[in-house]
Every structure is written in structure tokens, then in C-alpha cells.
T-cell receptor, first 112, second 114 residues
Framework: DTGVSQDPRHKITKRGQNVTFRCDPI?????LYWYRQTLGQGPEFLTY????????KSRLLSDRFSAERPKGSFSTLEIQRTEQGDSAMYLC??????????FGSGTRLTVV | AQTVTQSQPEMSVQEAETVTLSCTYD???????LFWYKQPPSRQMILVIR??????QNATENRFSVNFQKAAKSFSLKISDSQLGDTAMYFC???????????FGKGTKLTVNP
């Protein structure tokens, strides 16, 4: 296992379109996290799964955002009716416990 | 609200010199982890070093070490013998309120000059 994989690396979409990102965590990690990072800022927490259960969601995750982890393995993050303010890097991370989080390379979303 | 403050938006250091990045945080928890992450330009966030709050001994990883002052809620990162590859954004982070979500500082942009 080579780490946390995210697909695609880059996505350019027109305003109003829906987009979906995928994250494949490290296989033995039961925790999976989504973060959003805008230019010049630190990552901001979006949501967290333990196995297939979504245990926590940030207020940043509006009703246009939905995340799933159907079988407790990979996860998807969908943004409906994208807006220019959604342009950011979307980071996925996984862990076994609080002692170590491994991040993926991120998906950079540009909404035009 | 639990916060992380990195007061140095940018720093620079000459190759082979030592640099210290500062971080202060606010929490009411007693046991927690603290992390420093490195994010090179357009590249992946990488864990540099972590500290467990119940351990008095400061963590060390090769050229990277921390000065952890629990009472002062301070967690600085010292990079010795700086290398060009150390050029990156550095983020301080810890799990908020004993939960699973990391709270990050705004980062310090470190440039190592030849």
C-alpha cells in the first residue's frame, strides 16, 4: 500500500455543474477525513468517517456537499451546483488513531 | 473555540543554519497530540514530527525537534542544518477538543536560501 490516493488530481468545472472526488485510504486505516484548503490557509475540517459511519460534519459542509464511505474503504465527496467559492484543494487523510494522520496529494478544484 | 496560532507568516534561513518556527495553541484538554506538517509547493502534506502532551521529553526526528511547553501551550519546531529541500509551508496542528478533527494554524512559509 503506497499511501492515501486521491482522484482526480485536478478538476476544472463550470459553475453549476456537479463534481465528485474519490479517496482511497491506507487499507488498514478505519478513519477517513476530508479537509478543504484555500490558497495561503491551513486545511479546514469538512467531515470524518469511522469505518462506514459519518461521525462528524463541519458547518462548512453545506447541503450542496455530500460525502460517503459505503463499505468502509474508499470515500467520495460530491459537490452539487458548484460555485466559484468552492474552488480549493480538497484533501483526504486517513488514520488508525489520533496519533497519526496520512494525507493524500489532494484534488484541486477550479470552478470557472 | 480551540485555536492554533502561528505568528510568523514567512521566514527565511541560510542553508546549514538553524531556524525555529513558533506555534501556540489553546485547549482545555489534558492529553492530546501535537503535530507539525510540511507542505512543499504543489505537493503532499507530510508529517514532520508529533508530540504527545503527556510526555515531558521533547520529540526529535533527525534534524527536526520540538520545544514543547505545556503550561505555556507552546509548541515550536526547530530545524537544524537547514537544507534546500526544507523549503515549504509548515503547519502546526492538533485534534480539537479530544475529537478526531485536526485544527491547523495558518502556516509559516519557510524559504531556505543557498
Amino acid at each position: 500500500d503506497t499511501g492515501v490516493s486521491q482522484d482526480p488530481r485536478h478538476k476544472i468545472t463550470k459553475r453549476g455543474q456537479n463534481v465528485t472526488f474519490r479517496c482511497d485510504p491506507i487499507s488498514e486505516h478505519n478513519r477517513l477525513y476530508w479537509y478543504r484548503q484555500t490558497l495561503g490557509q491551513g486545511p479546514e475540517f469538512l467531515t470524518y468517517f469511522q469505518n462506514e459511519a459519518q461521525l462528524e460534519k463541519s458547518r462548512l459542509l453545506s447541503d450542496r456537499f455530500s460525502a460517503e464511505r459505503p463499505k468502509g474503504s474508499f470515500s467520495t465527496l460530491e459537490i452539487q451546483r458548484t460555485e466559484q467559492g468552492d474552488s480549493a484543494m480538497y484533501l483526504c487523510a486517513s488514520s488508525l488513531n489520533q496519533g497519526g494522520y496520512t494525507f493524500g496529494s489532494g484534488t484541486r478544484l477550479t470552478v470557472v | 473555540a480551540q485555536t492554533v496560532t502561528q505568528s510568523q507568516p514567512e521566514m527565511s534561513v541560510q542553508e546549514a543554519e538553524t531556524v525555529t518556527l513558533s506555534c501556540t495553541y489553546d485547549t482545555s484538554e489534558n492529553n492530546y497530540y501535537l503535530f507539525w506538517y510540511k507542505q512543499p509547493p504543489s505537493r503532499q502534506m507530510i508529517l514532520v514530527i508529533r508530540q504527545e502532551a503527556y510526555k515531558q521529553q521533547n520529540a526529535t526526528e533527525n534534524r527536526f525537534s520540538v520545544n514543547f511547553q505545556k503550561a505555556a501551550k507552546s509548541f515550536s519546531l526547530k530545524i537544524s542544518d537547514s537544507q534546500l529541500g526544507d523549503t515549504a509551508m509548515y503547519f502546526c496542528a492538533f485534534p480539537q477538543g479530544g475529537s478526531e478533527k485536526l485544527v491547523f494554524g495558518k502556516g509559516t512559509k519557510l524559504t531556505v536560501n543557498p
